[in-house]
Structure formats: structure tokens, C-alpha cells
């Protein structure tokens, strides 16, 4: 069955520093991964996809993320942590046929910014 | 992106009693619109698929005669939550794509509390 592991439930980071959030995924053929973001009161918005092709991808509000299939990985980087990126982030995986409807979520990794 | 709207963001209701929450696309029509659920410090977790004039369909441990989908137009969807108790009691929230592949946008969700 697919899974989405996020081993990091909260993170903290200064502003500025680099941030790399970690998530593993179990799925037998090539996945089709996504992060979205999350703030308080908010809906959950795309920050990248990976379907095929070029395994860096890059995504809004400076965030890129690399598709590794030997680690069964796709984590999320920033080189520098802005306060506004203090959110709950989440990594899924499409189920069926690339859809980005029908989604497996990891059960997310809290980011907090230290000024 | 495309805006989702869901409403109410927040209800508290007593132990018994029926909850409509309503998911609309506010400027594109969703053929498709998708219903998870989300326990504290847990993953999203997929509920059920709707489309536009057709039946719901569920998960599996998902009740459909608890939780009815209603997805009659192609910018609206209800989800009703029929005698609720307090374990119904979870952040629910909606997500809507045009197509197949289409990216899906996520309405903001709605807190239910039942008391």
C-alpha cells in the first residue's frame, strides 16, 4: 500500500538559515509527489510537483525539492528561511494515474521561524 | 490559483444533531471534488470522491450513510454530517480539480466540534 512518512512532526529554524524537510514515500511504480503548505486558518497550497522528467524541481516562495527514487525520498529545501515560511507543511503522494485529486498525505512537519 | 471556498470555517453542534458543510469553486467549474478528514497531528485522509450528478464515492471505513456528499453543480459540494457525536468531532476539508490531471485547490477547511 502507499504511505507517506514525514519524520520531522516540528522544526525549528532561524531566519536565514538553510531548511530541509524530509519525506519518504512507499509506492511501487513512479510517483507522482507533491508538497503543499499550510497556514493557520488557511487552505493547503501547492508548492511543487514532481511527475517526471528532471528530478530538481523548483517551486514558489523559493522552495525546490528533489526526487530520489534509490531513497524512496523527495525532500523540500530552501536556502534561506524567510518568518512568513512558518507553517505546517505536508508531502503527498497522487494514487491513482498522476490525479492530484486523490491524495496520500504524510501527517506533516511544523516549521517555526526564530528571528 | 483558483479559490475554494469552504463554510462554515468552524462549527460547534450538540451530540445527535445534522451538520452541512458546503465546498464551492468560486471561479472554475470542478468536475471533481474530493472530502478528507484530519485528526489531530495525523494526516489528511481521503473520505470520499464526488462528481458533478453522480453518487459519491467512498472509502473504505468510510460511513456514506453518516457522511452524504452532494456534489449537484459543477461549483458546489456539501458534506453532511448526519447525527453527530463526538468523535465526529475533526477538521474537515475539501479540495476541487477541472480534469483528471488537473491540480486540485484546497478550501481553507472547516473545524467541527460536537458536544
Known amino acids: 500500500a502507499q504511505s507517506v512518512t514525514q519524520p520531522d512532526i516540528h522544526i525549528t529554524v532561524s531566519e536565514g538559515a538553510s531548511l530541509e524537510l524530509r519525506c519518504n514515500y512507499s509506492?511501487?511504480?513512479?510517483?507522482?509527489l507533491f508538497w503543499y503548505v499550510q497556514s493557520p486558518g488557511q487552505g493547503l497550497q501547492l508548492l511543487l510537483k514532481?511527475?517526471?522528467?528532471?528530478?530538481l524541481v523548483q517551486g514558489i516562495k523559493g522552495f525546490e525539492a528533489e526526487f530520489k527514487r534509490s531513497q524512496s525520498s523527495f525532500n523540500l529545501r530552501k536556502p534561506s528561511v524567510h518568518w512568513s515560511d512558518a507553517a505546517e507543511y505536508f508531502c503527498?503522494?497522487?494514487?491513482?494515474?498522476?490525479?492530484?485529486?486523490?491524495?496520500?498525505f504524510g501527517k506533516g512537519t511544523k516549521l517555526s521561524v526564530k528571528p | 490559483g483558483a479559490v475554494v471556498s469552504q463554510h462554515p470555517s468552524w462549527v460547534i453542534c450538540k451530540s445527535g444533531t445534522s451538520v452541512k458543510i458546503e465546498c464551492r469553486s468560486l471561479?472554475?467549474?470542478?468536475?471533481?471534488m474530493f472530502w478528507y478528514r484530519q485528526f489531530p497531528k495525523q494526516s489528511l485522509m481521503l473520505m470520499a470522491t464526488?462528481?458533478?450528478?453522480?453518487?459519491?464515492?467512498?472509502e473504505q471505513g468510510v460511513e456514506k450513510d453518516k457522511f452524504l456528499i452532494n456534489h449537484a453543480s459543477l461549483t458546489l459540494s456539501t458534506l453532511t454530517v448526519t447525527s453527530a457525536h463526538p468523535e465526529d468531532s475533526s477538521f474537515y476539508i475539501c479540495?476541487?480539480?477541472?480534469?483528471?490531471?488537473?491540480?486540485?485547490?484546497f478550501g481553507q477547511g472547516t473545524r467541527l466540534t460536537v458536544v
Open positions: 464526488s462528481n458533478e450528478g453522480s453518487k459519491a464515492t467512498y
Open positions: 471561479d472554475f467549474q470542478a468536475t471533481t
Open positions: 479540495s476541487a480539480i477541472t480534469g483528471g490531471r488537473a491540480e486540485a485547490f
Open positions: 503527498a503522494v497522487g494514487r491513482y494515474g498522476g490525479s492530484q485529486g486523490n491524495l496520500i
Open positions: 514532481y511527475f517526471s522528467g528532471d528530478t
Open positions: 509506492y511501487g511504480a513512479t510517483p507522482y
